[in-house]
């Protein structure tokens, strides 16, 4: 009887782990109380949505690389200017990623350049796969970059 209750246990494990393991969905507002991205870093899994709500004045999300987080990246992803504006009753828009491979950490900035350059002023994010931050203890470098 007790084998059979530990069998019934691991086969429900088994059931719950694609809930468990299911994409997740992720905000990030753009530029809502200043040049930053709030949050600006996601902790993300496979096939997880981020969604940048573009609550505040105009901004971009410009892939880039750790190594020269102000520069875009060949071939990488923008989401293109967008923004409320000066108009707080208008609608935020909003752009999303969808994480196809949790294991590239991906690493964004802000293009736009008035009245200073943002990125350079922090406005800088980055999603990392769950699993990988113990493994990346030089994260917060970039802010100071
Ligand atoms: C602000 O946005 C609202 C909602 O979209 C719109 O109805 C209104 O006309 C806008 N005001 C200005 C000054 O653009
Ligand atoms: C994810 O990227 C890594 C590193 O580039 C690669 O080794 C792996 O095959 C990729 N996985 C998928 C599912 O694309």
Same mark, same amino acid.
């Given at each position: 009887?007790?084998?059979? #209750?530990? /069998?019934?246990?691991?086969?429900?494990?088994?059931? =719950? $782990? @694609?809930?468990?393991? &299911?994409?997740? $969905?992720?905000?990030?507002?753009?530029?809502?109380?200043?040049?930053?991205?709030?949050?600006?870093t #996601? /902790?993300?899994?496979?096939?997880?949505? #981020?969604?940048? !709500? $573009?609550?505040?004045? $105009?901004?971009? #999300?410009?892939q880039s690389t750790f190594a020269r987080p102000c520069q @875009?990246l060949?071939?990488g992803?923008?989401?293109? *200017?967008?923004?409320?504006? *000066?108009?707080?009753?208008? @609608?935020?828009?909003?752009?999303? =990623?969808?994480?196809?491979?949790?294991?590239v950490p991906i690493w964004f900035y &802000?293009?736009? *350049? !008035?009245? /200073?350059?943002?990125c *350079?002023?922090?406005?800088v994010g980055y999603v990392l796969? =769950?699993?990988q931050?113990?493994a990346h203890p030089s994260i917060d470098a970039i802010h100071g970059s």
């Open positions: 009887m007790a084998r059979r #209750v530990g /069998l019934v246990a691991v086969v429900s494990i088994t059931h =719950l $782990f @694609p809930f468990v393991a &299911c994409e997740a $969905f992720h905000e990030i507002h753009v530029g809502a109380s200043g040049s930053f991205y709030d949050p600006a #996601v /902790l993300a899994n496979q096939n997880d949505v #981020v969604t940048f !709500i $573009f609550d505040g004045p $105009f901004h971009d #999300v410009t @875009p060949a071939g992803f923008s989401s293109g *200017t967008a923004g409320k504006g *000066t108009n707080g009753s208008a @609608p935020s828009p909003s752009w999303s =990623l969808r994480i196809t491979n949790a294991s &802000c293009g736009a *350049t !008035i009245p /200073l350059p943002h *350079t002023t922090g406005m796969k =769950l699993t931050v113990p």
